[in-house]
């Protein structure tokens, strides 16, 4: 069986708690993990498709997932509005 790394477990209990501290989340995430938000993002999205992820932490994996798809459908409402999609 395969494992997540400590970083990918440290991103995940990141996930799980950023919102209790008063920092900016982007000051957050280059303070605890030396890279910049865009970095994290990609690194973390890397990793929410990984099925040890989910075994590690599915209720966490599983909110992220949900946040993900929900943003990616609203970017494409939102652009097909742009385009001339809707007419109001």
């Given at each position: ?5 400590e970083?990918?477990?440290a991103?995940?209990e990141f996930?799980?708690?950023?919102w209790?501290?008063d920092?900016?989340k982007?000051s957050l995430i280059?303070?605890r993990?030396q890279?910049s938000?865009?970095?994290?993002y990609?690194e973390l ?7 040890e ?5 599915p ?5 992220l ?8 459908r609203e970017r ?10 809707a007419?109001g």
């Amino acid at each position: 069986m395969t494992v997540i790394d400590e970083r990918q477990q440290a991103m995940l209990e990141f996930e799980r708690n950023f919102w209790m501290f008063d920092e900016p989340k982007e000051s957050l995430i280059r303070a605890r993990f030396q890279c910049s938000a865009d970095e994290y993002y990609s690194e973390l999205n890397e990793l929410l498709a990984r099925p040890e992820a989910i075994e590690h932490d599915p209720l966490v994996v599983r909110r992220l997932q949900r946040q993900r798809i929900r943003r990616r459908r609203e970017r494409a409402e939102t652009a097909t509005d742009v385009q001339g999609g809707a007419s109001g």
